[in-house]
C-alpha cells in the first residue's frame, strides 16, 4: 500500500512563497515513481499543476504554473517538493501529490493515478 502524506499549506500573501513536500510512508521509495501535484478548489474540478516522471526526473507543469512553480526531488530525504512562488488568489485550494507505480510518464488525468496523499491547504489572501 502506498502512502503519501502532503505538508506545507498555509496562508500566504498575493505574491508570496510556500513550498510544498510529499513525503512517502516508511518502506516506499519515491525515486521510482512518477510522483504530481494536483489542487482542486472550491466548486471545482481537480486540476494537474506539476509532476516530475521517474526516468530522468524531468519536470512538466501546467501553463499557468509555468514560470512560477518548480518540482523538484530529494532523494535522500525521499521527498518531492513543489516550490511555489509569485502566488496568486486563484492558486488558492487542496493541493494533493499523487503516484502509480505503473505511471512512466507525466500525467494531468486524475484516473491516471491510484495513490494520493490527503491534501493540505494553501490559501492566498491578505
Not at 30 to 35: A, S
Not at 111 to 121: A, I
Amino acid at each position: 500500500q502506498v502512502q503519501l502524506v502532503e505538508s506545507g499549506g498555509g496562508l500566504v500573501q498575493p505574491g508570496g512563497s510556500l513550498r510544498l513536500a510529499c513525503a512517502a510512508a516508511s518502506g516506499f521509495t519515491l525515486d521510482y515513481y512518477t510522483i504530481a501535484w494536483f489542487r482542486q478548489a472550491p466548486g471545482k474540478e481537480r486540476e494537474g499543476v506539476s509532476c516530475i516522471v521517474t526516468s530522468d526526473d524531468s519536470p512538466y507543469y501546467a501553463d499557468s504554473e509555468k514560470g512560477r512553480f518548480t518540482i523538484s526531488r530529494d532523494k535522500a530525504k525521499n521527498t518531492v517538493y513543489l516550490q511555489m512562488n509569485s502566488l496568486k488568489p486563484e492558486d488558492t485550494a487542496v493541493y494533493y501529490c499523487a503516484t502509480d507505480p505503473r505511471l512512466r510518464y507525466c500525467s494531468f488525468d486524475t484516473y491516471d493515478y491510484d495513490y494520493w496523499g490527503q491534501g493540505t491547504q494553501v490559501t492566498v489572501d491578505y
